[in-house]
């Protein structure tokens, strides 16, 4: 069994800065992609930014330059560094494995930006 426990949410003024870290326990494959999605409020699940355990990345079009996702794959941790941070980024951050069937999902952390 995968477990995900994430950390770091919490809120802040916009223009600041949050980082977020997950760490997988369990079995987990060396080949995998670990990422971030966010729900806010009456509003899909989305992706926010992914990256495979070869070190590509994938960003949501609206964080690009001020979200960074890094991950070490020795520890099988993923991190989220969120900058310049806007309102409109409130909502819950989830972490997320998919190394195929079944996708593993963390708890949610919850990030609130303020105007």
């Known amino acids: 069994q995968v477990q995900l426990v994430e950390s770091g949410g919490g809120l802040v003024q916009a223009g600041g800065s949050l980082r977020l870290s997950c760490a997988a326990s369990?079995?987990?494959?060396?080949?995998?992609?670990m990422g971030w999605y966010r729900q806010a409020p009456g509003k899909q699940r989305e992706l926010v930014a992914r990256i495979g355990s070869g070190g590509w990345t994938n960003y949501a079009n609206s964080v690009k330059g001020r979200f960074t996702i890094s991950r070490d794959n020795a520890k099988n941790t993923v991190a989220l560094q969120m900058d310049s941070l806007k309102p409109e980024d409130t909502a819950v951050y989830y972490c997320n494995l998919d190394a195929g069937l079944p996708n593993y999902w963390g708890q949610g952390t919850q990030v609130t930006v303020s105007s």
């Open positions: 369990g079995r987990i494959s060396s080949i995998n992609i």
